[in-house]
């Protein structure tokens, strides 16, 4: 027959074997056979490997869409800087200008300092 074991019993001997307990002194503290516990930290252990690749896959993601976005927004600044007439920037005023300007590449910075820490981060998990 297979014992049952409260939600919060699992949690204490995972939490016990975190702290660096070992699995039979942890089996001899709950009374619970050795190889349920070996089972729940395997299983805890897979859980925390998947976890792990899944944030890496989604930041992975995320950085690509960050370069796809930097990337067109810079085409489409270029696009913008070559369509303007020329008789219309002539109308501007420098401040008007310049606006225009900065808002374009505070974009781009904006997301270049995304995509550096993102990448940052991902060497300081990798690590």
């Given at each position: 027959?297979?014992?049952?074991?409260?939600?919060?019993?699992?949690?204490?001997?995972?939490?016990?074997?975190?702290?660096?307990?070992?699995?039979?002194?942890?089996?001899?503290?709950?009374?619970?056979?050795?190889?349920?516990?070996?089972?729940?930290?395997?299983?805890?252990?897979?859980?925390?490997?998947?976890?792990?690749?899944?944030?890496?896959?989604?930041?992975?993601?995320?950085s690509?869409?960050?370069?796809?976005?930097?990337?067109?927004?810079?085409?489409?600044?270029?696009?913008?800087?070559?369509?303007?007439?020329?008789?219309?920037?002539?109308?501007?005023?420098?401040?008007?200008?310049?606006?225009?300007?900065?808002?374009?590449?505070?974009?781009?910075?904006?997301?270049?300092?995304?995509?550096?820490?993102?990448?940052?981060?991902?060497?300081?998990t990798?690590?």
């Open positions: 027959m297979r014992n049952s074991y409260s939600k919060e019993t699992k949690a204490a001997v995972i939490a016990s074997l975190l702290e660096g307990q070992s699995v039979s002194r942890v089996a001899r503290d709950y009374n619970i056979p050795s190889g349920t516990v070996k089972s729940w930290k395997n299983r805890q252990e897979h859980s925390d490997n998947a976890t792990v690749s899944a944030v890496a896959t989604q930041k992975k993601e995320i690509d869409l960050i370069i796809e976005l930097l990337e067109t927004h810079l085409r489409a600044a270029i696009d913008i800087a070559c369509a303007i007439d020329e008789d219309y920037i002539k109308k501007q005023s420098a401040s008007e200008v310049a606006v225009l300007l900065g808002v374009i590449n505070d974009k781009a910075f904006r997301m270049l300092e995304a995509l550096g820490r993102a990448e940052n981060d991902d060497q300081s990798e690590s």
